[in-house]
């Protein structure tokens, strides 16, 4: 069946100034591949957006920056929605799929301070910003003897509290300065044995209506099969570990040739227990990330994550 092209493609997006910059590659790589369609914005505020002045994990998860996103696509005002993946719920709502992730850029954690180099130099009970437990475990686990203090809004606002003196250090994802073009405020990218990312980390995800598979076929030609098959990989350790932004969790996947390597850690958010994991194996097959992952997760289990998973839930 032939693929009919649309006159008119509508991007729901959040009116953060980093989601806007993702949806607007979007935007230009889909204006590329159909010239004659008209692709335009959808700006929403979410409610992941709006709450500040609690965590995440405290008023309802990651799922908060997507809802109003899905609520476009359900009532017909947009097509498709752009996400960072890692914002993205690996259980998704029956009604919805992932139709293409793009080509990941930077997936590892970025230092940023004016005073400090590193972790290592901090002093005894400096103040470190993050508003993720993936990365809180990691930085108690290396230095119990610094004040970790959440830090939420954009990126601009972040960067505003540490400028203004409330933290020594903040810690953040990489690619979203150097998609802001705020490179130079990275002081060193974290190895990734000091601060595993996020599954899905680096990665843009496209979501659409599962009724509207036309949609999932018109996005097909922005899809990279290298980044596809790494975040299946990550995203299938935190499915079946039940990850959410209330778990300190962590899943971390590397393609080299044909050999695709799973990293991923799960935590106590003091950072005083910490189990790791990781799997190595040929992509021979579209199933094999999947089960790589799966792997690692079991692997994970076999420590007593679940227990450790169970503690934090109560």
């Not at 809004?153 to 990489?174: M, P, V």
Request: glycine share 6%.
């Amino acid at each position: 069946m032939a693929l009919s092209i649309p006159d008119r493609l509508v991007i729901a997006t959040r009116a953060s100034r980093l989601a806007l910059w993702q949806a607007e590659h979007v935007q230009a790589l889909l204006q590329a591949q159909y010239p004659q369609t008209e692709v335009s914005l959808l700006k929403l505020s979410t409610r992941g957006d709006e709450i500040l002045d609690r965590s995440l994990q405290k008023v309802g998860g990651k799922g908060l920056f997507i809802k109003e996103l899905e609520n476009a696509l359900i009532d017909g005002r947009a097509d498709l929605a752009v996400h960072s993946l890692k914002d993205v719920p690996v259980d998704m709502p029956p009604l919805f799929e992932l139709a293409a992730i793009l080509p990941r850029a930077e997936s590892r954690d970025a230092w940023v301070s004016s005073k400090y180099a590193n972790l290592q130099e901090l002093p005894v009970g400096a103040i470190i910003g993050t508003s993720s437990l993936r990365r809180e475990c990691q930085l108690r686990a290396q230095r119990p003897d610094i004040v970790v203090k959440p830090l939420r809004g954009n990126l601009d606002t972040r960067l505003k509290k540490l400028d203004d003196g409330e933290f020594d250090a903040i810690i953040l994802a990489a690619v979203g300065l150097q998609r802001l073009e705020l490179s130079d405020r990275i002081r060193t990218i974290i190895p990734l044995e000091q601060s595993l990312p996020a599954a899905g980390q680096g990665a843009l995800g496209i979501e659409v209506l599962k009724s509207r598979p036309e949609m999932s076929r018109l996005m097909q030609p922005l899809a990279c099969m290298r980044s596809t098959a790494i975040a299946q990989a990550e995203r299938t350790v935190s499915r079946v570990l039940g990850g959410s932004c209330s778990t300190p969790l962590a899943a971390h996947a590397q393609l080299i040739n044909d050999q695709l390597t799973v990293y991923a850690l799960v935590a106590t958010p003091d950072g005083q227990t910490i189990l790791r994991a990781n799997a190595r194996g040929p992509i021979s097959d579209a199933d094999a990330p999947e089960e790589l992952g799966a792997k690692v997760a079991q692997a994970l289990l076999d420590q007593g994550a679940d227990k450790l998973l169970a503690q934090l839930d109560h």
